[in-house]
């Protein structure tokens, strides 16, 4: 790929985009219920490592959507944290980066939690925006970027 973009899940209702990646793991259990063997990603590795996509123009791109969007330095220790520092390890020279989303305005309601995120077509919207900053930076249109996706 010429670029990875990972997307994940945060609580509340503010999008939190990465800066960069700790090596550290924390306890939270993955999808599959597993969860790191360690507080270390890659014991001597760096502490952290830089993201290489423009965090401060998805966050731009986020919040012009209409998409409420924080910076943010690393965005936790978890599963999203060791898929992005996995993902800059082994190519520090392929741009990769990290949106964390909130849940939607829907889901709070199906879930019976406080509805305080954006709606689902802002999330799309915001999405959307973020891919083709993606694909601005790579130098690709933001058509032939969606389609690769």
Do not use: K
């Not at 966050?59 to 910076?71: D, E, Q, V």
């Not at 392929?94 to 829907?106: D, K, V």
């Not at 406080?114 to 799309?124: F, H, N, V």
Request: charged letters at 15%; one cysteine or more; glycine letters at 12%.
């Amino acid at each position: 790929a010429d670029g990875v973009l990972l997307m994940s899940a945060a609580p509340g209702g503010v999008a939190e985009v990465a800066d960069l990646a700790l090596n550290a793991a924390d306890g939270p259990r993955d999808g599959l219920g597993l969860a790191w063997a360690g507080r270390t990603l890659a014991p001597g590795g760096p502490d952290y490592l830089d993201v290489t996509l423009p965090s401060a123009a998805l966050t731009r791109a986020l919040n012009a959507a209409g998409l409420a969007t924080s910076l943010r330095g690393a965005c936790g220790a978890g599963p999203d944290n060791r898929c992005l520092y996995t993902l800059l390890d082994a190519a520090p020279e392929r741009p990769a980066g990290l949106i964390r989303l909130p849940t939607s305005l829907e889901a709070a309601r199906a879930e019976h939690l406080p509805e305080t995120g954006p709606s689902r077509l802002t999330i799309l919207a915001g999405v959307q925006t973020a891919i083709a900053e993606c694909a601005d930076y790579l130098g690709e249109t933001p058509s032939a970027a969606a389609a690769a996706s």
